[in-house]
């Protein structure tokens, strides 16, 4: 069974506060790691896909790295824009394009 | 250029009511997903379609049954709600290629409520 962990599970920090979040898997086969964000009372808008070990994907103030087990989804100088809930999942090879998602990380960026 | 819509955005049933939640997308994608989302749990499969006149079951599909009849929409039918189906409902859509590059287009959710 494929399963998604994020952690933490909420997160605050103050504008221009670099950090960084976690995402562990484990899938019978990676096809790929998707990243996307959700603000409250809105669907998850897509971020990054991510294939393969060593591949790194950037946008803006965020830069999402993958190894074999886990990825991470660096924030750098966040604004308080970037507050939101951070969601990973994960597509298994095989699999009919269906995501399994992670429970999230809220991040809020304070003034 | 709509994407992907829900509807209703808000509902209130009672136990053993039945409704129909409606997603389309304009996007002439072939793939349509259901998913529910609730508190510490992430977002759940609950059925899935690769194209018209076919749906499949995800993760967590009782108590619901799908139809794909055109290929812009998809519809999730309840057909005896029960407290447990209380949740936020998501319909998301994406194309036969480039999954990769653009991931999935969601809906903005049908918060649904059984008491």
């Known amino acids: 069974e494929d399963q998604v962990t994020q952690s933490p599970e909420a997160l605050r920090l103050q504008e221009g506060e670099s950090s960084s979040l976690n995402c562990s898997y484990t899938v019978s086969g990676l096809r790929g790691l998707f990243w996307y964000r959700q603000d409250p009372g809105k669907g998850p808008e897509f971020l990054f896909t991510l294939y393969s070990a060593g591949e790194e994907k950037e946008k803006e103030r965020l830069k999402a790295t993958l190894t074999k087990k886990e990825s991470f989804l660096h924030i750098t100088a966040p604004k308080p824009e970037d507050s939101a809930t951070y969601l990973c999942a994960v597509q298994a090879s095989g699999s009919a394009r269906q995501l399994t998602f992670g429970s999230g990380t809220q991040l809020t960026v304070l003034p | 250029n709509a994407g992907v819509t829900q509807t209703p955005k808000f509902r209130v049933l009672k136990t053993g009511q039945s409704m129909t939640l409606l997603c389309a997308q304009d996007?002439?994608?072939?793939?349509m997903y259901w998913y529910r989302q609730d508190p510490g749990m992430g977002l759940r499969l609950i059925h899935y379609s690769v194209g018209e006149g076919t749906t499949a079951k995800g993760e967590v599909p009782d108590g619901y049954n799908v139809s794909r009849l055109k290929k812009q929409n998809f519809l999730l039918g309840l057909e005896s709600a029960a407290p447990s189906q209380t949740s936020v409902y998501f319909c998301a859509s994406s194309p036969t290629g480039g999954i990769a590059n653009y991931g999935y287009t969601f809906g903005s959710g049908t918060r649904l409520t059984v008491v």
């Open positions: 996007m002439n994608h072939e793939y």
